[in-house]
């Protein structure tokens, strides 16, 4: 047994390892290996990749577009909806569902009709049907399709009624041609009794869907076509397709909640993309033969070929002159090697090739790169370890002398209220005791909530300073619950939204001014705190902005609405983004503002009630 794995070795290391072959041929063996397999291997991924990639790029490239073409669309027949809602809602027309069928009524309801179709180079019929005996159309003698087949159409007995408009595509028969259009058509109502008295018809032609279709640009040969919710073309480059049920049941099944591709099983194996849009009820497709995404596949694999019997060339041509040289950069290496022994990092060994020794050249280069970099990393790590040391005391002292600052301010407002009291200054004894109040506020908790208690008595002691300054005309009220007081609220959030109606809602408004401060529980797990006044009002443009940056959810860069924009970012930091604050007002009639906050998981909702 041992003598056969012994002759095993051999047979290896003879043919497979060419033992006893000449450097050059092992060489040329060897590096033949070593080109073709990786770069077959490169080639074969590439290959599939490559396919992958452009089939998603096309599956990319179509959904942009259909996309692009579903909002053009979508936006164009909007329009004609409005156009839809100005004839029904013209005094003519109007009058004519209320059953006034007088030659002027009816004469009036038909240039309605006119000046809108006049309006617009793609309507091509507007037609209104009432109770069976009133048939008005802009065309008039020169449309050749008889008004009672109108109701025999397929799409007839399904326009919704509940007034809501439907896009069908139809045939118009002129007196020389047929011209294919789609059909905007809505039920006609009675404005007094709401009963169904007709049907509005607006047919569109095809020429700015056309030029909306020719700018979809997806390869040589294919081509763009929308389906309604029955399956029937409403658009297709052969016009006489249009109106038709779909010929391939594939793409009648399609789910109509998603945008996905397939694979047509047509003659030419056409790759669909489509979405749905929910707005309309149309589908939009995009289909191209599979073989012109092959095409560039196949010319990629041609080029794949060709880089590998290149690279085998070059490779044989390579070996030959490799064998020559093999001993000069081991040499050079080592030369190095001794040079790092003895502490000289700034050599580098010269590669001049990417075979196995030059990767260890670059292999010893890098590492010695990267010793010399941890060494003067090490040595600014130090540096830095220092600096950063005396910058911690510095900011400690800095600390110490920040607090400092307010207990000094407090000290001093205290003694201002002594010296008030021995003057009999009751009202600047007063003052002073409430902004010492404020101060001391600030002063005593570091946690970033408070219960609603502490925050109204805080907000009360501001709102008594106010009092001072505008006298009679200028009051309050609160309103708390008691199950409200023990709330846990931001801390210093009430106070700038009080702060805010006398800076921004006060104004030049000469009559008296309230503030109203409530609670109102919202849920089990929610209440509201409502902060109203009586002011000026805010404008309706500074409201909108403030309420976009109120939803956004974004720090305020552009200085304005410091205060409110704070509370909001506090909020969400501390009880999450569902809770916040928002903002009605009304110009002349005041403003509200409500901070909607969670309730304690320990509150007894039940009394709350």
Partial sequence: MQSRWKKLDEFFERYILLKNQSLMTKLCIFSSFLVIFPVLSVAIISYARSSVELENELRQYSGQIIDQVESHVEYYLQEFEITSLKIINSPDVSSLLKNEKSVNVVEGARNTLKDAAYSRADISNITVLVDDDIVIDTLGVRNFYPSPNIKQEYWYSSVPLNGMTMLVTRTLKLKNKEQPVISLVRRLYNPDTLLPVGMLIIDINFRRIEEISNKVTISRNGYFFILDANGHYVYHPDYSKLGTKIEYNQLTKLKTNENSTQILENERKDFVTYTYSPNIGWSFFTAVPYKDITGGIIQIGRTIILTILISLIIAYTIGFFFATSIIRPIRRLKRFMKEVEIGNLSGRVLVESNDEIGQLSAGFNNTVEKLSNLLEEVYISKLRETEMSLKQKEIEIKMLQSQMNPHFLYNSLETIRGMALEENQENIAIMSFSLAK????????????????????????YLQIQKFRFEERFEYEIDIP??????????????PLVENCFVHAYGQFSQKFRITISVVLDSESSFTIRIEDTGTGIPNHILDELTRKIEQK??????????????????????????GLTIRSQLGAGTVVEMHLPIKENSDVGEMK
């Fill in 482 to 495: 008691e199950w409200a007081i023990q709330q846990q609220v931001v801390k210093f959030s009430l106070q």
């Fill in 554 to 579: 974004t720090t305020n860069s552009d200085g304005k609405h410091i205060g409110i924009l704070n509370v909001q970012q506090r909020i969400h930091h501390v009880f999450g983004s569902e809770f």
């Fill in 438 to 461: 404020l101060l001391r506020y600030n002063l005593k908790n570091d946690s970033s909530t408070v219960s609603l208690g502490e925050e109204i008595k805080f907000c009360q002691t």
